[in-house]
């Protein structure tokens, strides 16, 4: 898991108003935090997918927000990225528009080994392969030999002159969110929208 995470200077960010109950003050900092990192959120989406060619329902629901608690006497909220499965840092080029590429050779059927432990017989042409696209604004490249399996849920390829295949695997949704590009422009954006939902907060919950 892969985590960005802002502390709060209460008291820097209550400096110009004056004054401020001790409770108002922790009130109105949770809930800006709370409103802040949900922006990141939304930020950290939208970078990743106008970087990468994933969808924004693909990157959604790797990502998780902590809403705000004390951590070692300051309010921390987090924003978080999670492999799907855990431990796991890789995941299939399948999720990068994947399409299967006819070869222009004879057709051919071959067994082959599936991880789960059976084997299946699949048609193949040579020179085929999947097409996969990973960043937005390059090109598609071929992934010669390979092919889509598990009802289209998972790319192959065969190792070697065997039967054996595995997964064709490459980077997650936790490395795109670690890469300095797209933290940076998220952290900057958690830097502009705070004092504005700090500001917001206070006037919310000052007493009248």
Do not use: C
């Not at 299946?120 to 092919?147: C, D, M, Y």
């Amino acid at each position: 898991m892969i985590k960005l995470r802002m502390h709060v200077d209460i008291n820097r960010a209550i400096a110009k108003l004056g004054k401020v109950p001790e409770i108002v003050q922790e009130k109105a900092a949770a809930a800006a935090i709370n409103k802040t990192v949900a922006k990141a959120k939304t930020e950290m989406v939208r970078q990743i997918t106008r970087e990468y060619a994933v969808k924004a329902s693909d990157v959604r629901p790797q990502l998780n927000v902590s809403k705000a608690s004390w951590k070692s006497g300051k309010m921390t909220g987090t924003l978080h990225a999670f492999a799907v499965h855990k431990g796991h840092r890789s995941r299939n080029v399948i999720l990068f528009d994947a399409k299967a590429v006819q070869g222009t050779g004879a057709p051919k059927r071959i067994n082959v080994h599936f991880p789960d432990g059976k084997w299946r017989t699949i048609t193949v042409r040579e020179g085929g392969g999947v097409s996969v696209k990973i960043k937005r604004n390059g090109g598609r490249r071929l992934i010669k030999g390979a092919f889509i399996g598990n009802k289209g849920r998972t790319v192959f390829i065969r190792t070697g002159d065997g039967r054996q295949i595995k997964p064709v695997e490459t980077l997650d949704i936790p490395q795109m969110f670690n890469t300095r590009k797209i933290n940076e422009a998220v952290i900057q954006r958690v830097r502009a929208e705070f004092p504005v939902e700090m500001q917001r907060a206070l006037k919310l919950y000052m007493p009248k």
